[in-house]
């Protein structure tokens, strides 16, 4: 099936320090990435839309110039946290729907990247 | 606007108990309903999907029922095990391909022995 691999799993990083997270698409290309945060004991929330060579499309709420996001390829999307800080530790999740690629079984996630931030 | 539903947990329950968690949701059109699983730690996994009205989504002894008459898809298991115990989430899409899945809030399943 298809496969979202999304590094990295765990990162603790300072605060004012930068963090990349990227999600990968394995074996489809991807068009179309998502982005979620999710709190802890919460539901998954939407940060923003990454399409290949373009800007990304973020949620009312979400600071664009906080959490960069870069999808270069049909294959990459990235997610950088700028200027960390303790608030931002969370769990982000990436996703992807390889139908929009011809492919099935609906979307498909990546494996989380929890982020603390000290 | 699209939204989902979803009992609020936690629910905990014995070994070989039954399961239902309650799901509904509300959308313009005809939506596809999924149900996943999160494991402590991990990503979101597909547990079932069902994609028109009167489909039945079945995975793993879960099932659910696309009920467009109640805009329900509530999850049902016979028989619950220590190991189902996670926290399932509802969602919608809206079928139009390059949209983002619509989650509940999710619910969380202690099963104990």
């Known amino acids: 099936g298809a496969v979202v691999s999304q590094h990295p799993s765990r990162v603790i990083c300072k605060s004012g320090t930068s963090v990349k997270i990227e999600c990968r698409s394995l074996d489809f290309q991807a068009t179309t990435m998502f982005w979620y945060r999710q709190f802890p004991k919460q539901s998954l929330m939407l940060m923003a839309t990454?399409?290949?060579?373009?800007?990304?499309?973020?949620e009312q709420g979400v600071e664009k110039d906080k959490f960069l996001i870069n999808h270069a390829s049909l294959t990459l999307s990235t997610l950088t946290v700028t200027s960390a800080h303790p608030e931002d530790s969370s769990f982000y999740i990436c996703s992807a729907n390889p139908t929009l690629s011809g492919g099935g079984g609906g979307y498909t996630f990546g494996s989380g990247t929890r982020l603390t931030v000290v | 606007g699209n939204s989902v539903t979803q009992m609020e947990g936690p629910v905990t329950l014995s070994e070989e108990a039954f399961l239902t968690i309650n799901c509904t949701y509300t959308?313009?059109?005809?939506?596809?309903l999924f149900w996943y699983v999160q494991y402590p730690g991990e990503g979101l996994q597909l547990l079932l999907k069902a994609t028109k009205a009167d489909d039945k989504g079945s995975n793993k002894g879960f099932e659910a029922t696309y009920r467009k008459e109640t805009t329900s898809f509530h999850l049902e298991k016979g028989s619950v095990q220590v190991s189902d115990s996670a926290v399932y989430f509802c969602?919608?899409?809206?079928?139009?391909?390059?949209?983002?899945?619509?989650f509940g809030k999710g619910t969380r399943l202690s099963v104990i022995a």
């Open positions: 969602a919608l899409s809206r079928n139009s391909g390059n949209t983002p899945l619509v």
């Open positions: 959308a313009t059109g005809y939506p596809s």
């Open positions: 990454s399409n290949e060579g373009s800007k990304a499309t973020y």
